[in-house]
């Protein structure tokens, strides 16, 4: 669990650079499946029980302007969904990154 491993970081480095950690969960949710809320309300709950809460941001269902801006401004992509070898997040992380490439090559000007 990422959650619990945020809580346990805080052991792991200075006080300073504690400032800077933050963890953000972004994914599909959908309020009618009621697996969905009984997972949200458990990681919420972890959060606390870590006392990571102001550490933590549940983004849910985020527009594609929002996945976009978290990939560009993340330092670490963490995808680890069970039962799938491959996805549409690393298809969304590559593209940001070839836009990138792109605006730089021919010294555009790009907000990602």
């Known amino acids: ?3 619990i491993i945020t809580g346990k970081l805080k052991t ?3 006080e300073e650079a504690w400032k800077n950690v933050h963890f953000v969960l972004a994914g599909g949710y959908d309020p009618r499946i009621e697996s969905s809320v009984t997972y ?9 029980e870590e006392d990571v809460e102001a550490k933590v941001t549940f983004i849910l269902s985020p527009k594609d ?3 976009v801006r978290l990939l560009h401004r993340c330092c670490a992509l963490l995808y680890t969904p069970s039962e799938e ?5 690393p298809l ?3 593209l940001l ?4 490439e792109i ?3 021919l010294k555009m000007f790009c907000i990602l």
């Open 92 to 94: 969304e992380v590559r």
């Open 12 to 14: 792991c480095i200075d």
């Open 40 to 48: 949200l309300a458990k990681l919420k709950e972890i959060a606390k």
């Open 103 to 105: 605006c730089v090559k």
């Open 97 to 100: 990154v070839y836009l990138y």
């Open 65 to 67: 302007h929002i996945k």
């Open 85 to 89: 070898h491959f996805g549409i997040v």
């Open 1 to 3: 669990m990422y959650i």
